[in-house]
């Protein structure tokens, strides 16, 4: 029934679009670095969208007030009406070059007025371009901290300071870690620990520190941005890692070839990601500025895939 | 679409046997695996330079709190505006009331010479070079100018510091907060993004 009313969405987007259907899924894991040629593929949600699940999205380093970030958040708007989450993820570089209330208005809250004023709620982390005092920002809901945690359903979110990763930090992480129940755990901050950027690559010191932690207390998949593309990394030490940082900026061609790290890597156009925690599953699809799928599949909760490999 | 879900079902079992394989490796790895701790030895002369610097940044510290105690208050859920407001009016009064502050006030030449060692000791061979790398080529900080009592400016990057160097250096109070433009260290406030003061050549 639930599929029945999602292909009806579905069909109503692309009905109302006037756009044809084109196929979805490419979750094979391999290196996609082809451009995104379409003006506009059409709208087409690749995610279960289960009664009770977690809706969101995820965008990074977007502060930039640029036509092209408003062409992604033109292109959320259009997957929200097929895929209706409730709330953003922003992996950090929320305003580039200047913070005045000016800032704020062209590089964030005039971009996104669609969404915002259809409530969705923004959940921002800090990156290398961004002040401490974002964190008292309301649409960035991080009530006044740099790092700070929320859950919705059965999904506890982590928003880390990867600018600043101080002991305070990370004794608050551990604390906070080792009292969590939540069926899933999911940390994001702008910092990638792993990456096959050849600009940046991964930020080896901060892995350094935050991935015991992250394998101790069972932190099942981490988001980060930096980056200017979109990468999923192979799993690493069992834990799913995503960048997504090409919400505003774009660095062309910048994965590495044959990255042993990559699962799949896309760096020609600008893009976001639409994410569904239903149950034991995380579905993941990413979705180019133009429209086009670029990545999509589901991933299986640690502790329910290490209760399948016991059972056979 | 058939062929899709069929792609997906392969996916979600063949993730699902490679991290099972992953996580027998992982439990073993996860035992072991401990936040890195600082490992001090540190001799009574230096232990004497941290205690005189941390004093000195409390005293910082105390006196921007009063300060920052007669402006309104941020709200957790501000406008645009009113950050900006406060962080002038912050900037403003900060400045006036350490109007004689200069280079090397809390940076005193026992404490720098401690900390330039912390950060030679933190970063050899290949992890100094990767250092080196990013302070001075990759991170763009040229614009920010080494001047106590003026902000960092808004529009420059921020470095993120080594996690494993902050462990090792003499540890902050929330308000205040260390970072890289160069070689050079910066003491910043967390806040007002006033350079409280620096050191020259931190980073060998």
Redesign the interface.
């Known amino acids: 029934m639930k599929r029945f009313v999602a292909s009806v969405v579905t069909a109503a987007v692309l009905l109302f679009g006037g756009l044809a259907q084109e196929?979805?899924?490419q979750?094979?894991p391999s290196r996609n670095l082809k451009g995104s040629t379409a003006v506009s593929a059409p709208v087409s949600v690749?995610l279960p969208m289960k009664e009770g699940s977690v809706r969101f999205a995820v965008i990074g380093d977007t502060g930039t007030g640029t036509k092209k970030q408003q062409e992604v958040a033109d292109m959320m708007v259009r997957y929200k009406s097929a895929f209706p989450f409730e709330f953003v993820l922003m992996m950090g570089d929320n305003l580039y070059?200047?913070?005045?209330?000016e800032?704020?208005?062209t590089k964030f809250e005039d971009v996104y007025r669609t969404l915002l004023d259809d409530n969705v709620k923004f959940y921002a982390t800090l990156g290398?371009?961004?002040?401490?005092?974002?964190r008292?920002?309301?649409y960035f809901n991080?009530?006044?901290e740099e790092y700070y945690r929320f859950t919705k359903g059965n999904v506890a979110f982590y928003s880390l300071n990867?600018?600043?990763?101080?002991?305070?930090q990370?004794k608050w992480l551990?604390n906070e870690l080792a009292k969590d129940t939540a069926q899933w755990k999911i940390a994001f901050f702008?910092?990638p620990p792993y990456s096959s950027g050849g600009?940046?690559g991964s930020?080896t010191?901060?892995r350094?520190?935050?991935?015991?932690?992250f394998?101790?207390y069972g932190v099942n998949a981490v988001f980060a941005g930096h980056e200017h593309f979109y990468e999923r990394i192979k799993?690493q030490?069992?834990i799913y890692y995503f960048i997504s940082g090409a919400g505003g900026k774009l660095r062309d061609g910048d994965v590495k070839e044959n990255s042993p790290l990559t699962a799949k890597g896309f760096d020609k156009d600008m893009s976001f990601m639409i994410l569904e925690v239903a149950g034991d599953?995380l579905h993941f699809q990413v979705i180019s500025r133009t429209g086009e799928t670029v990545d999509?599949?589901?991933?299986?909760n640690?502790r329910?895939?290490?209760a399948?490999?016991?059972s056979k | 679409m058939r062929q899709q879900k069929d792609h997906k079902t392969i996916f979600a079992i063949a993730t699902a046997a490679l991290i099972s394989l992953a996580l027998s490796a992982v439990s073993a790895v996860s035992c072991e695996a401990q936040t890195p701790q600082a490992t001090p030895q540190v001799s009574a002369r230096h232990k004497q330079a941290i205690a005189t610097f941390e004093q000195r940044v409390k005293e910082y510290v105390a006196l921007r709190e009063g300060l920052e105690d007669k402006l309104p208050k941020l709200a957790e859920d501000s406008k645009p505006e009113q950050i900006e407001a406060h962080k002038v009016s912050f900037q403003n009064t900060v400045r006036t009331a350490r109007a004689g502050a200069k280079q090397g006030d809390l940076f005193v030449p026992e404490i720098a010479a401690y900390i330039r060692l912390t950060i030679a000791d933190e970063f050899k061979g290949r992890e100094r070079q990767e250092l080196r790398k990013k302070v001075l080529v990759e991170a763009d900080t040229k614009a920010v100018a080494l001047r106590v009592n003026y902000p960092y400016p808004e529009s420059e990057e921020l470095l993120d510091m080594p996690p494993t160097l902050l462990l090792r250096l003499p540890q902050l109070p929330k308000q205040v907060k260390y970072r890289l433009v160069g070689k050079n260290l910066l003491l910043v406030d967390r806040e007002n993004g006033l350079i409280v003061d620096y050191m020259l050549n931190a980073v060998p």
């Open positions: 196929t979805l899924g979750s094979s690749s070059n200047g913070e005045s209330a800032d704020y208005k290398n371009h961004d002040e401490s005092n974002q008292f920002y309301k991080m009530n006044g990867s600018n600043y990763m101080d002991k305070k990370l551990e702008h910092h600009k940046h930020d010191a901060l350094e520190v935050v991935e015991p932690l394998l101790k799993p030490k069992g599953e999509s599949g589901v991933l299986v640690q329910k895939a290490k399948m490999g016991a």
